[in-house]
């Protein structure tokens, strides 16, 4: 079984870093696709960061220049380091996995992942 759990999150002020961590285990491809998603009540998930199963990085416009996401040398967590805060990226964040390298126009949807954490609360105010 796939386990993702998800730590780091918090309140914080505007300008702000936080560390979102995820522990990953049970997952059976070295070159799985990871990510962050994130959620505000009432909206759909969309995509925050995400890794591919060979190492490229995507970052939602949003995130360009203050996020930055990692994966742990052996494929076993991921990590988001997320800077200069906002209160727009209040949101519930999601860790997420899938046992394959995701082509290009499938890594940045929510569908193309079936293994999800639980999330964790970032709220930034201002």
């Known amino acids: 079984q796939v386990h993702l759990v998800e730590s780091g999150g918090g309140a914080v002020q505007a300008g702000g870093s936080l560390r979102l961590s995820c522990a990953v285990s049970?997952?059976?491809?070295?070159?799985?696709?990871m990510g962050w998603f994130l959620q505000v009540p009432g909206q759909e998930r969309e995509v925050d960061a995400v890794?591919?199963?060979?190492?490229?990085?995507r970052f939602a416009d949003s995130g360009k220049g203050r996020f930055t996401v990692a994966k742990g040398n052996a494929g076993n967590s991921l990590y988001l380091q997320m800077n200069s805060l906002k209160p727009e990226d209040t949101a519930m964040y999601y860790c997420?996995?899938?046992?394959?390298?995701?082509?290009?126009?499938?890594?940045?949807?929510?569908?193309?992942?079936?293994?999800w954490g639980q999330g964790t609360q970032v709220t930034v105010s201002s």
């Open positions: 890794i591919d199963g060979v190492g490229s990085i």
């Open positions: 997420a996995a899938v046992n394959s390298d995701l082509p290009y126009s499938d890594v940045l949807s929510p569908r193309s992942y079936n293994y």
């Open positions: 049970g997952l059976t491809s070295r070159r799985s696709s």
